[in-house]
């Protein structure tokens, strides 16, 4: 007799990437991997507060959380910094925002890159604000509004309108400002509240001085032709630490916030004491899942692109490319154990690199010793930058591309406080899991006021 098994009994509907908040006092559930990101929330909220102290009264920071907060974790860091006063984000795509409302996050938050314009009566269904900056676009999004079932309230798009100043990438011309903006406020269902651009190359005093000329031009233009202005933004990390250009009303803040300067910026000298107050906030560890001895003239991983060449000691370490360690560092990276530098060897494969700890002091190291590929241990210290010199790249590569299979661990006052991993085990009993599956409802019109 063949007997069966639902195998789906009992199931809980599934959710990615559930946050475990952790009571004061409470048990870390075990990860599901011995390879992990420490995400140090004090060190987050610091530096927006350095960096909001360096505006003008009036003008206010909003972080930036697009890319997962720069691979942070988007709704942690919402949550921590909206705890602190933060009051607006900024985010890439639709979906970015998205699950910022379904993790109940309710201040404004902005789409910066534009969205299809058959996406605009949903952004207004959940209190999004979008990005336009192309005329025929433009047309399209207040067309479909217009089209668009009434949700009631009076409630009414935010747009953000791009001014193209010479970064090349997006934006109406100055001079098409106020035709974009007379188009806006004659739509019923949608409003101009901000106007912005991007610069090119914060560190060049003279491009960025250039593009803030013409910011201001595209600012005058509007005023002549009566419109409102509205909230104004052109600097975000490296316009505001280089001080090249306007703070104008509000300044995003990316990569700063996270504790990193851009590579390769020119600090300007009332910005320097902050610059270096800044605190990276990632730190990338790792346990070994083995550590063995390998004799001379063994090969280590794919190629093999690293032979011993003598009796050697290696570290396999469980995260790979699929977890945002590039293959690009493939025998030139470095991590630590013990506080000391170690040489990653052979190829970078999907699920492990290796690591030789021949010399490393002290009794041999085993699996029960900690690796540190980005952060601080001992005296010893690797920065993101560090990771992006060795594999050609910038900083902002190296954190964004960690992957969202990379459990993060949240710290608040020296104490972890969350947990975030693909999916974690519910029966345990550990913690406790926030789903961020269940959306607004179809009937309902958003979770704020719109209009």
Request: charged share 20%.
């Amino acid at each position: 007799m063949t007997t069966t098994t639902n195998v789906n009994a009992g199931r809980a509907p599934a959710t990615r990437h559930p946050l475990v908040e952790i009571e004061p006092g409470g048990v870390l559930p075990p990860l599901p991997k011995a390879a992990w990101l420490e995400i140090d929330l004090d060190a987050l909220v610091s530096n927006i507060r350095l960096l909001q102290g360096l505006l003008p009264p009036g003008a206010r920071v909003e972080p930036v959380i697009k890319a997962d907060a720069y691979g942070h974790g988007a709704v942690a860091v919402a949550r921590a910094l909206v705890a602190e006063g933060i009051r607006g984000f900024g985010v890439a795509t639709f979906d970015e925002a998205l699950e910022l409302r379904q993790a109940g996050i309710e201040v404004p938050v902005v789409i910066l890159f534009p969205i299809p314009a058959e996406l605009a009566p949903d952004a207004l269904r959940h209190c999004l604000s979008i990005t336009l900056g192309d005329q025929l676009l433009l047309g399209r999004t207040l067309e479909t509004l217009v089209a668009a079932p009434d949700i009631g309230r009076g409630a009414r798009l935010d747009i953000h309108l791009e001014v193209e100043t010479g970064l090349g990438r997006g934006g109406v011309l100055p001079d098409e400002v106020a035709q974009a903006a007379a188009a806006i406020a004659a739509n019923p269902r949608a409003r101009l509240v901000g106007l912005w651009s991007h610069l090119q190359a914060p560190d060049d005093a003279n491009l960025t001085s250039s593009q803030d000329s013409r910011f201001a031009l595209a600012s005058e233009l509007a005023e002549i032709a009566g419109v409102s202005l509205p909230a104004r933004h052109l600097s975000a990390s490296g316009g505001l630490l280089a001080a090249t250009a306007g703070t104008y009303d509000v300044v995003r803040i990316g990569i700063a916030g996270y504790g990193l300067v851009p590579d390769g910026l020119t600090v300007a000298g009332r910005s320097r004491l902050a610059a270096t107050g800044l605190r990276p906030v990632m730190s990338l560890r790792a346990r070994p899942v083995r550590v063995a001895w390998l004799e001379a003239g063994t090969g280590v991983s794919y190629g093999p692109t690293f032979t011993t060449s003598r009796r050697s000691r290696i570290a396999t370490l469980p995260l790979g490319y699929a977890d945002g360690y590039p293959r690009s560092l493939s025998n030139k990276a470095q991590v630590l154990v013990r506080g000391t530098r170690a040489p990653q060897v052979g190829t970078v494969a999907m699920d492990a690199i290796m690591v030789d700890v021949t010399d490393v002091p002290g009794p041999e190291v085993t699996i029960d010793d900690d690796f540190t590929l980005i952060g601080e241990q001992g005296e010893g210290r690797i920065s993101a930058l560090d990771v992006a010199q060795w594999g050609n790249t910038i900083s902002y590569e190296v954190v964004a591309a960690m992957s969202g299979r990379l459990p993060r661990v949240y710290y608040a006052g020296a104490e972890a406080i969350g947990m975030r991993a693909v999916a974690c085990d519910a029966s345990r009993g550990l913690g406790r899991a926030v789903d961020r599956s269940t959306e607004t409802s179809e009937e309902e019109p958003g979770p704020l006021s719109c209009g």
